[in-house]
């Protein structure tokens, strides 16, 4: 059962190669394991996913609750800024949610300044590079467990 699931939306497999000044040198392979080393430490489980492809991150929430899943944290991607229906996805989860961005959204283009997400999510870390990953899955991590006490 993986209590958290963590997704990463369009072009994040690219992460490492594409514009690494803006999303620095890490992999997505490399997040993904530093992210399953914390949850190693806490005894927890993950389950990482990403896709291009809108339907399949749907598809992906929409069975989460049936998994086990307790908490999301999604890299929207640029799906942050057209995607209704992944927020629609979100919001009928009934799951909490933390939404994550490598780079600082709003010191980019314009365009990138809106997200349909951020209402609904229980935090957005955005700009603190692949370890904003991080700091959302110990808080992820630490609200499951006090709510378990």
């Given at each position: 059962?993986?209590?958290?699931?963590?997704?990463?939306?369009?072009?994040?497999?690219?992460?490492?190669?594409?514009?690494?000044?803006?999303?620095g040198q890490a992999?997505?392979?490399?997040?993904?394991?530093?992210?399953?080393?914390?949850?190693?430490?806490?005894?927890?489980?993950?389950?990482?996913?990403q896709s291009n492809?809108?339907?399949?991150?749907?598809?992906?929430?929409?069975?989460?609750?049936?998994?086990?899943?307790?908490?999301?944290?999604?890299?929207?991607?640029?799906?942050?800024?057209?995607?209704?229906?992944?927020?629609?996805?979100?919001?009928?989860?009934?799951?909490?949610?933390?939404?994550?961005?490598?780079?600082?959204?709003?010191?980019?283009?314009?365009?990138?300044?809106?997200?349909?997400?951020?209402?609904?999510?229980?935090?957005?870390?955005?700009?603190?590079?692949?370890?904003?990953?991080?700091?959302?899955?110990?808080?992820?991590?630490?609200?499951?467990?006090?709510?378990?006490?």
């Open positions: 059962m993986a209590r958290i699931l963590i997704i990463h939306g369009p072009n994040l497999n690219m992460l490492g190669q594409r514009e690494p000044g803006i999303y992999t997505l392979t490399d997040i993904d394991n530093r992210l399953q080393v914390i949850a190693d430490e806490h005894q927890d489980s993950i389950r990482c996913t492809s809108e339907s399949e991150l749907i598809d992906e929430i929409h069975s989460a609750r049936g998994r086990g899943t307790e908490f999301v944290l999604i890299n929207p991607a640029a799906f942050t800024h057209t995607s209704v229906a992944l927020r629609d996805a979100l919001a009928a989860s009934e799951l909490p949610f933390i939404e994550v961005h490598i780079s600082n959204v709003h010191a980019r283009e314009p365009f990138r300044h809106k997200s349909y997400f951020s209402d609904l999510a229980q935090g957005v870390i955005c700009g603190l590079g692949a370890q904003g990953y991080e700091y959302a899955l110990r808080h992820a991590l630490d609200t499951l467990n006090n709510a378990a006490h």
